[in-house]
């Protein structure tokens, strides 16, 4: 028995193949799933995502755009959207964004990405619950390798974003986005803090006239 006919523990890394996993990604149970492939191993969150998760993922991309908008960055964005790279990596993170001189380079009529075709995104952004070491360990290798500039963890239970700056292979932590220029990762953090007292709309204002000036 092939291990696509058993069952498959979830939100856990376990080895693959390619096909296995291309296979498992076509199965109709998995159909809400995310799906990662790294190093030989797949794996297929199902975690349930929850009110935390679903508030700071809103709040992050209207924040992020709302920034890009004040300072005339070119910022093209993606929810759970697919890279893959060759037979050996795939990720859907959270959020990931295009910015810059790349932010017009995604066709609209592309569906999942092919990154030895296409740039990786400049910014990709995972939201963190239970799988906070994962995003901190394999992910952030995974993402080191395809190429990302900028990776963000938004550890929803303290809460803050914990921030790195990719390159030559590694990573190292940043206080200020390198991309977002100006753009310093304690407002967020302020910002998801607030929210949890209040609606969108009151921490939105709070962060319009941070950004305006």
């Not at 935390?52 to 993922?57: A, E, I, L, N, T």
Request: net charge negative; charged share 25%.
């Amino acid at each position: 028995m092939t291990i696509t006919e058993t069952k498959i523990i979830t939100d856990t890394w376990i080895y693959l193949t390619w096909s296995e996993y291309l296979n498992l990604t076509e199965k109709p149970e998995y159909n809400k799933a995310k799906f990662y492939y790294y190093q030989g191993k797949g794996k297929i969150e199902m975690s349930p995502l929850g009110n935390y998760h679903s508030r700071d993922h809103y709040l992050i991309t209207f924040a992020l755009n709302l920034f890009a908008t004040f300072n005339k960055i070119a910022l093209d964005g993606h929810d759970n959207c697919t890279y893959r790279k060759g037979k050996s990596q795939e990720a859907q993170p959270d959020l990931s964004f295009y910015i810059g001189d790349n932010a017009d380079s995604i066709p609209y009529s592309i569906n999942m990405i092919n990154l030895e075709e296409y740039p990786a995104p400049n910014l990709v952004i995972e939201v963190a619950n239970s799988s906070l070491g994962d995003d901190l360990g394999n992910k952030r290798l995974l993402y080191e390798d395809l190429g990302v500039q900028e990776y963000w963890v938004i550890d929803v239970n303290k809460p803050e974003i914990i921030a790195f700056k990719m390159e030559n292979n590694g990573s190292y932590r940043i206080t200020e986005s390198q991309l977002l220029t100006r753009l310093k990762i304690s407002v967020l953090n302020e910002a998801l803090k607030m929210s949890r007292e209040t609606n969108h709309t009151e921490v939105s204002f709070r962060l319009f006239e941070q950004f305006k000036n």
